[in-house]
Nanobody, 114 residues
Framework: QVQLVESGGGLVQAGGSLRLSCAAS????????MGWYRQAPGKQRELVAR???????NYADSVKGRFTTSRDNAKNTVYLQMNSLKPEDTAVYYC????????WGQGIQVTVSS
C-alpha cells in the first residue's frame, strides 16, 4: 500500500504564492504518476496538474502559467508551486499516486482571499 502526506496549504491573499508538498511512502513502484486534484465547495473534483516518473507534466488550462508541479523521486515527493493565486483557486487540494490503482491524500485546504 501507498500512504500520502500533504503539507503546505493555508490562507493567502490574491496574487500570493503557496507551495504544496506530498510525500509518498510504502510500496512505491518507480513507474507511477503523481499529481493534484482540487475540489471547491459545490463543485466536482478537477485535475490541477500531474507529473509522471520521467517528468512529463500536464496542467489544467485554468492554472497554466501560474502553477508548476515537480517531483523528487529520491524522496518520493511531489510539489505544487502555486503563484499568482486567485480567489477561484480556493479549494481542498488532493494529492494522488497512480500505479495500477489510485491512492489519495487526505486533502489540504487552500484559501485565497480577495
Amino acid at each position: 500500500q501507498v500512504q500520502l502526506v500533504e503539507s503546505g496549504g493555508g490562507l493567502v491573499q490574491a496574487g500570493g504564492s503557496l507551495r504544496l508538498s506530498c510525500a509518498a511512502s510504502g510500496s512505491i513502484f518507480s513507474l507511477n504518476t503523481m499529481g493534484w486534484y482540487r475540489q471547491a465547495p459545490g463543485k466536482q473534483r478537477e485535475l490541477v496538474a500531474r507529473i509522471t516518473n520521467d517528468g512529463s507534466t500536464n496542467y489544467a488550462d485554468s492554472v497554466k502559467g501560474r502553477f508548476t508541479t515537480s517531483r523528487d523521486n529520491a524522496k518520493n515527493t511531489v510539489y505544487l508551486q502555486m503563484n499568482s493565486l486567485k480567489p477561484e483557486d480556493t479549494a481542498v487540494y488532493y494529492c494522488y499516486f497512480l500505479h495500477l490503482r489510485v491512492t489519495w491524500g487526505q486533502g489540504i485546504q487552500v484559501t485565497v482571499s480577495s
